[in-house]
């Protein structure tokens, strides 16, 4: 079945810093990759998405590349802001599946 | 746009108490998913409504959770009874339907936190 396997958490970062969060996956077929992210107090909010094979999604500053070849979909930023602390869950679906499989997430602290 | 409510945001209870929780959809939106997070894990689908039927429940524990959506919109899920590993954030998600099978976006409410003592 699909599968996701996050880089585990807690990442602490000074502002400004590089951000990058690991994410691989498993699935059968061709599935769409995305990225979530939770805020404190609030509700999963989609991040960024890609839905075929050498994609990038982007958003916010946030970037990720769909890596066929590694079965990989890492999240970079530059430069983290205070602001981007949250927790972040890789996710996918896979080939006709409506359902959404995600990652364990990762919970981000930047640091003023 | 308001987004997706959920009601209590808290819920604590002792373990074979009953437990129901509330999701009203954003407008209009007929897919509605009820998810379970388990602390340090990803939220995992329990079931799928579209509009007032169900898709897919293939991952709810029917002999204690029960979901309804009765008018095709707000839904209730329920725990009875409940056990200690139930304790976990029931998030409910909407999404519109859009035509050609293309991916929904999902929109996640607050979630409620269940606490079973």
């Known amino acids: 079945g699909n599968s996701v396997t996050q880089m585990e958490g807690p990442v602490t970062l000074s502002e400004e810093a590089f951000l990058t969060i690991n994410c691989t996956y498993t699935?059968?077929?061709?599935?769409?990759l995305f990225w979530y992210v939770q805020y404190p107090g609030e509700g999963l909010q989609l991040l960024l998405k890609a839905t075929k094979a050498d994609d990038k999604g982007s958003n916010k500053g946030f970037e990720a590349t769909y890596r066929k070849e590694t079965t990989s979909f890492h999240l970079e930023k530059g430069s983290v802001q205070v602001s981007d602390s949250a927790v972040y869950f890789c996710a996918l679906r896979g080939g006709s599946a409506r359902q959404l499989t995600f990652g364990s997430g990762t919970q981000l602290t930047v640091l003023p | 746009e308001a987004g997706v409510a959920q009601s209590p945001r808290y819920k604590i209870i002792e373990k074979r108490q009953s437990v129901a929780f509330w999701c009203n959809p954003i407008s209009g939106h007929a897919t509605l998913y009820w998810y379970q997070q388990i602390l340090g894990q990803g939220p995992k689908l329990l079931i799928q409504?579209?509009?007032?039927?169900?898709?897919?429940d293939s991952q709810l524990p029917k002999d204690r959770f029960s979901a309804e959506r009765l008018k095709g919109v707000d839904s209730t899920l329920k725990i009875q009874p409940a056990k200690l590993e139930d304790s976990a954030v029931y998030l409910c998600?909407?999404?519109?339907?859009?035509?050609?099978?293309?991916?929904?976006?999902?929109?996640f409410g607050p979630g409620t936190r269940l606490t079973v003592l």
């Open positions: 409504f579209q509009n007032n039927g169900v898709v897919d």
């Open positions: 699935a059968t077929g061709y599935p769409s």
């Open positions: 998600a909407s999404s519109p339907t859009l035509a050609g099978g293309q991916y929904n976006e999902q929109f």
